[in-house]
């Protein structure tokens, strides 16, 4: 199996034009989901990956995990540079690019989804996987990304704004400053499963925050992923496309029913993050891993596949979620 490396090293910045960057943006793709062979190809909405590396300009203190750190200095920067308390009075009609990216999607005149599932943000976090913490010196770099969804992906000119001034603000608890080195956008990379799939592997990048009932899944079996990624996919398509993509859980079931786990190793992640908003620290739990699995992979392969471009679970906004999937050989 060949998986590509999460933190390889970012190009130098890129110009593109605006046709470039408009030919890079996906639409949904229109299907009646109530029919078996929706599921084999799920619809995604317009992506845009932007790859970021911050240099350190002084010594940087960080966490072993960065999700909610740049979650917290992007917000800040993008609240100072892109809205205003009269701007957030008009966001229910007019957003910002701050209201974009990170405020909940208002789902006024969203089709009714047959998942139950709260409308997602148009910015998904790609951090480093989580480590030990660490401090950076002078001169060294911090390669993390973005992934921009939908609407989202009309807001690059202020999220670049955004990103200088998070970097020199600076990160960590002492405030440690940075710069903003390189910038390179584009579109993703997609994984194509083929019907001559006979063994899947997953392999988280940041951990997964697959919740039932708002309890953290500590083994998922494929029917759990599966519905979370329908799930998923179907919150997308319902706030930020047509709506035509509501499979039935029990679709999904029956769908997935002859997928069997042969392998998995799966460790539980915990952390705790600060809200300047609430004032109050909050405990974030996923899991780390990678499983293996075959039999029937044709509707499985493909949710899973298409979720790999979006995020799976809860809090893809701070960098959960983000996983990759790859055919591999089986004896």
């Known amino acids: 199996m060949t998986f590509a490396d999460p933190e390889a090293s970012v190009a130098p910045i890129l110009g593109r034009g605006v046709s470039q960057l408009a030919a890079a943006r996906l639409h949904f793709t229109q299907m009646d989901a109530t029919e078996p062979h929706a599921l084999l190809d799920p619809p995604l909405p317009r992506r845009l990956d932007v790859a970021i590396v911050f240099e350190a300009t002084t010594a940087v203190d960080l966490p072993g995990w960065l999700g909610s750190t740049l979650h917290g200095a992007l917000?800040?920067?993008?609240?100072?540079?892109?809205?205003?308390?009269?701007?957030?009075?008009?966001?229910?009609?007019?957003?910002?690019?701050?209201?974009?990216?990170?405020?909940?999607?208002?789902?006024?005149?969203?089709?009714?989804?047959?998942?139950?599932?709260?409308?997602?943000?148009?910015?998904?976090?790609?951090?480093?996987?989580?480590?030990?913490?660490?401090?950076?010196?002078?001169?060294?770099?911090?390669?993390?990304?973005a992934r921009l969804v939908g609407p989202g992906c009309d807001q690059l000119g202020p999220l670049l704004a955004a990103l200088e001034l998070a970097a020199r603000t600076g990160l960590g608890p002492r405030r440690g400053q940075l710069a903003l080195r390189a910038i390179e956008v584009g579109a993703p990379a997609t994984v194509a499963p083929s019907a001559t799939w006979e063994t899947l592997a997953l392999r988280t990048i940041t951990p997964l925050r697959l919740l039932h009932d708002r309890v953290l899944v500590q083994r998922p079996t494929p029917t759990d992923l599966a519905l979370g990624a329908a799930r998923r996919l179907a919150a997308l398509d319902a706030h930020l496309g047509p709506g035509t993509f509501q499979p039935t859980p029990d679709a999904v079931r029956h769908a997935v029913a002859e997928v069997t786990e042969v392998a998995a190793d799966w460790s539980r992640f915990r952390v705790d993050r600060y809200s300047s908003r609430q004032d109050q620290r909050h405990a974030m739990e996923g899991l780390s891993g990678h499983a293996t699995y075959r039999g029937r992979l044709g509707a499985f392969a493909a949710l899973l596949a298409a979720a790999s471009q979006v995020g799976l679970g809860k809090s893809t906004s701070f960098g959960f979620g983000h996983f990759e999937v790859a055919q591999v050989g089986y004896s």
């Open 75 to 145: 917000g800040h920067a993008l609240a100072a540079t892109a809205c205003s308390p009269a701007c957030r009075r008009r966001h229910p009609r007019r957003p910002c690019a701050y209201a974009t990216l990170f405020e909940q999607p208002t789902a006024d005149g969203a089709p009714e989804a047959r998942f139950a599932a709260a409308a997602p943000q148009t910015l998904i976090l790609r951090p480093p996987p989580p480590g030990a913490a660490r401090r950076l010196l002078p001169g060294d770099r911090l390669p993390w990304a």
